[in-house]
């Protein structure tokens, strides 16, 4: 898929103001994530057998993924501790995820 | 902001040393919020992926009664309201202030519209005496690929209580976010932010996507993920 750059590279100055792209990468971002929506519900209607919940919930992630990168500017971001926070929260949450989900997938082996 | 200090820019706090750095530290605050909200959903989305496992047919039954119509238009309507936060965000940067207030009431308009589709989806759960408590009835079976399973009502009714719960959670987040992006409009309309000052907006607009995230995730889990018939 073809995914628009920001015109300019401005985030290498640490001390740049700007931190927003053009309206129309917005409206480009906005297109994608309509457009992903569409293709996650359709795809929900399509029999893939265990894949269902699979494809969903990528979809759903790379459409987080281009909120949180393109819209709340984590990408470019001038201070850096902002993507630290970022990453150890995902991080934690999937700490919850997997290790809750690891102990109930499992306990039907006895 | 105090009135005896004209001596430096009003919105800087004397304990930062210039502007960047008052924004920077919103900015990163504002994100630990964000993480202690994505703890709190992702604890919701924990238990409803245990009790999916473990109730899978009668979750599955639940999930076919939900209208996937309103579920994908009320995504559709939240991803444009989050397109219309970035151009606020846009509009501040740059100091237009009529752009910036329209953008911020269309916002609000489009959470409106959020909240309306999901009270029309809440009286059909009423209607159909799919809201848990003592009326609680259900008789529909899992349609798995053209098989009828009969589900146990009472697995079926935990679905609609987290159901419930994570849908009204989030439409309490929405609330919330009408309410201060309503409080965020008056003030822009009113010339409270400049280009030089309008972090408000941007930390507003950090809840209003990461609301905007938690709906991206409730979308499929509840309303997709069983629907293939």
């Known amino acids: 898929m073809a995914q628009p750059e920001p015109t300019q ?27 992903l929506t569409v293709t996650t519900a359709v795809v929900a209607f399509i029999n893939l057998g ?31 501790m902002t993507g630290v926070v970022v990453i150890s929260g995902f991080f934690f949450l999937a700490i919850l995820l997997t290790l809750s989900l690891a102990d109930y997938m499992t306990r039907s082996w006895r | 902001m105090t009135a005896d200090h004209e001596a430096h820019n009003p919105a800087l706090l004397h304990h930062f040393a210039d502007a960047q750095q008052q924004k920077n530290a919103a900015s990163l605050g504002m994100w630990l919020f964000l993480v202690t909200e994505i703890m709190f959903f992702g604890g919701m989305f924990c238990a409803y992926l245990i ?39 846009k ?43 003592s009326t609680f009835n259900f008789t529909e079976k899992f349609d798995d690929n053209g098989k009828q399973i009969d589900v146990n009502p009472k697995e079926a009714e935990l679905f609609f209580s987290l159901y ?58 509840l309303y997709l993920i069983s629907r293939h018939t």
């Open chain 2, 91 to 133: 509009a501040a940067e740059a100091g237009k202030r009529k752009l910036l207030t329209g953008y911020l009431v269309v916002t609000v308009l489009l959470g409106m519209t959020f909240l309306v589709i999901k009270g029309f989806e809440y009286a059909e759960k009423f209607e159909k005496h799919h809201v848990p408590g």
């Open chain 1, 9 to 35: 590279e401005d985030n290498l100055t640490v001390e740049h103001e700007h931190t927003t792209h053009s309206q129309g990468f917005y409206l480009a971002i906005g297109a994608i994530l309509l457009v």
């Open chain 2, 51 to 89: 009790y999916r496992l473990a109730y899978f047919n009668a979750f599955a039954a639940g999930s076919q009664q939900l209208n996937i119509w309103m579920g994908g238009i009320n995504t559709a309507v939240l991803i444009v309201s989050s397109v219309t936060v970035v151009l606020a965000v």
């Open chain 2, 164 to 221: 419930f719960v994570m849908t009204g959670m989030h439409a309490l987040h929405m609330v919330i976010g009408c309410g201060l992006f309503s409080t965020l409009a008056v003030l822009a309309w009113k010339g409270h932010f400049t280009a030089n000052y309008f972090t408000p907006i941007e930390n507003g607009g950090l809840y209003w996507h990461l609301v905007d995230i938690i709906w991206i995730y409730l979308f499929p889990l």
């Open chain 1, 50 to 80: 265990p894949f269902n919940p699979v494809v969903a919930l990528l979809i759903a992630t790379i459409k987080a993924t281009l909120v949180v990168l393109f819209f709340m500017h984590v990408k470019g971001a001038s201070e850096k």
